[in-house]
C-alpha cells in the first residue's frame, strides 16, 4: 500500500504531522492544505509538530503556516519517533555515542536526533536543535535547543555562551532572566527542582574533559 503524503498521529504530548520523505514538497504542501480543510475546526486549538526528515527549515515554516490558519499551535517540544521504552534504555546507558555535526548552524537549520548531539560550531538564531539527550555546543548558543525531548530529566545542555532565542530541557523552558550573560568558561544547563540553571564547568571539570564528554 503506498505511503500517505502527509499523515496525523496523535500523542499524549500533541499531534505529530508525519511526511512521506520520497514525495515532492509541492504535493505534500497541498495535501496537507487538503487535509485541514477537510477537517476544518477538528484540531483547532491543538499544539503540533512537522516530521520529516528531509524538510528545510523554511519547508517547516510553510507547512507550520497552513496549520496555524487552521488553528492548530506549532510546539517544538513534542517529540517524535520516542518511545517511552527507548528513551529509559537510552537513560539507563551512560556514555552512549552522540551524533557530531562539523559545522556551525545557521538560520533555517535544523537538527533532530534521539541520543545526543555535539554541534562544532555556534548555533545562530532561527537554528533549531531538537535531542533525546544531551546537547553540547562548541561555540555560542543563540538558537533555540531543546535537549533531553521526550522527558529525559537528565539531559543537560553545554555551551561556551548562551545567548538562546529558547532553551529548554524536558518540556522545561529556561527564563531568560536565569541566563547568564557572561563567562569565561563553559556553562552547562541542567534541571533541579522543576527548573533550569547553570553551572560553570569550571567547577566540574577541565576543558579537555569538555571536549571528550561522549565517545564515538
Known sequence: MPRELVS?????????I??????????IKLHLKRKM???RG????????????TITGYQRTELENICRQYGLIPSPDISWPFEKKFEQEK???PGEPARLVQCALR????????GSVVI?????????V?????????????????????GNNTATITALKFQPIRLSIAGVTADPATIPQSSLFPLTARLEKGRIIFDSYRSKATLPDFLNLFPG
Not at 120 to 126: E, I, M, Q
Not at 130 to 150: E, K, L, P
Open 107 to 114: 538560520s533555517g537549520q535544523e537538527i533532530r536526533h534521539r
Open 18 to 27: 508525519l511526511l512521506d520523505p520520497n514525495r515532492e514538497f509541492e504535493d
Open 37 to 39: 480543510e477537510s477537517s
Open 91 to 93: 537513560a539507563a546507558s
Open 120 to 128: 562544532a560550531g555556534n548555533v545562530h538564531p532561527g537554528a533549531q
Open 130 to 150: 531538537i535531542a533525546g539527550g544531551s546537547v553540547i555546543i562548541m561555540g555560542n548558543c543563540r538558537g533555540t535547543v531543546h535537549a533531553g525531548a521526550g
Open 42 to 53: 477538528f484540531f483547532r486549538g491543538a499544539r503540533f509538530t512537522v516530521y520529516g526528515q
Open 8 to 16: 496525523i498521529k496523535g500523542t499524549r504530548e500533541g499531534l505529530v
